[in-house]
């Protein structure tokens, strides 16, 4: 019997005429030294890609639009909050996005999936364009949204960020929300993640709990395939023979209120090494880099399960690409 957590090559194929897509927006990453990035690609924008998003291709079409991010110099002098630099970001990927609507959607159903600034531009444009509109809204099989503070009101399900789409409560559950902020510590004070105002909470919603799963299965890039971006924050090895191995049912995740912070709370080891070691930028920002890959597996076994939902209910889906 394999142990628990055992690692494993992932070998991979892209899905054959899947019936949804999925539309992903990376986290900050841009090594560009002014506010904004330019609007090309880079290396560290294709590692992240590759390490987060390139899997989903096994289960949708999958879409990755380029946009002029808020940049990591932007961050680490205090601007990454300037009006002006977000307006640019968000203005590429709702241009971004309408361009999909009008040329590659077709009414097929898309999975919305970002991290970090990612889950911060996509909260935006959800609630800009999406949320309000009975239309747009039809087309969403779900939203991932991780490492962004998405809230509601304190003990409900839907309401805060958004006004009509709510958390997800079963992996069937179609036009709903996924989020999460992942922590091996408890949150301190001045965490970044899991804090929000009075009446309000910061929702956590475990992927592997929607498919009734008691632990999480990472799946990490090695570091051909992750580049520098997170070979420092992930057990990433370069010697296995594919771009990725997975640690199935290696860790245990839960949702808790934690010192006043709602966050998916993890334990366990992974690759020889406690997970509690990847806070490589602090107890502040917690399992923040890894916050993807840490259920990267049952986040794909969950976009499995809603494509199938999807697909039952839109018989019409499979006969498009």
Not at 52 to 58: E, I, Y
Not at 173 to 190: D, E, H, K
Request: glycine letters at 8%; proline letters at 7%.
């Amino acid at each position: 019997m394999t142990p628990r957590g055992a690692p494993h090559v992932v070998t991979t194929r892209p899905a054959s005429r899947p019936p949804i897509d999925c539309f992903y927006v990376y986290p900050t990453v841009s090594q560009s030294s002014h506010l904004n990035a330019p609007l090309r690609s880079a290396p560290e924008i294709v590692a992240t890609v590759r390490a987060q998003a390139a899997l989903f291709a096994t289960e949708c079409r999958l879409f990755i639009p380029l946009y002029r991010q808020v940049t990591v110099a932007a961050l680490t002098s205090g601007r990454f909050a300037d009006p002006h630099a977000n307006a640019v970001a968000l203005a590429d990927l709702r241009a971004a996005w309408h361009d999909y609507l009008a040329h590659d959607n077709r009414g097929r159903g898309v999975v919305l999936i970002g991290h970090s600034q990612g889950a911060m531009q996509l909260t935006k444009l959800i609630r800009d364009d999406i949320d309000t509109d009975a239309t747009a809204r039809a087309l969403l099989v779900s939203a991932f949204l991780l490492g962004g503070n998405i809230t509601v009101p304190a003990g409900k399900t839907v309401g805060g960020d958004f006004t009509s789409i709510p958390t997800c409560t079963s992996a069937s559950q179609l036009g709903c929300l996924v989020a999460y902020s992942s922590f091996a510590t408890t949150p301190p004070l001045i965490a970044f993640f899991g804090r929000t105002t009075p009446g309000r909470q910061v929702v956590c919603v475990n992927p592997a709990a929607l498919l009734g799963r008691r632990h999480i299965s990472p799946i990490v890039p090695t570091k051909t395939t992750a580049g520098a971006i997170l070979s420092g924050n992930l057990p990433v090895t370069a010697r296995y023979s594919t771009g990725y191995v997975s640690f199935p049912n290696a860790l245990r995740a839960s949702c808790v209120d934690s010192a006043g912070a709602h966050v998916l709370h993890v334990s366990g080891r992974i690759g020889g090494q406690p997970v509690a070691s990847l806070q490589t930028l602090g107890s502040a920002w917690g399992l923040h880099i890894a916050d993807v890959n840490l259920e990267l597996g049952d986040l794909l076994a969950l976009v499995s399960q809603e494509s199938h939902a999807w697909a039952s209910r839109h018989p019409a889906s499979r006969r498009h690409r």
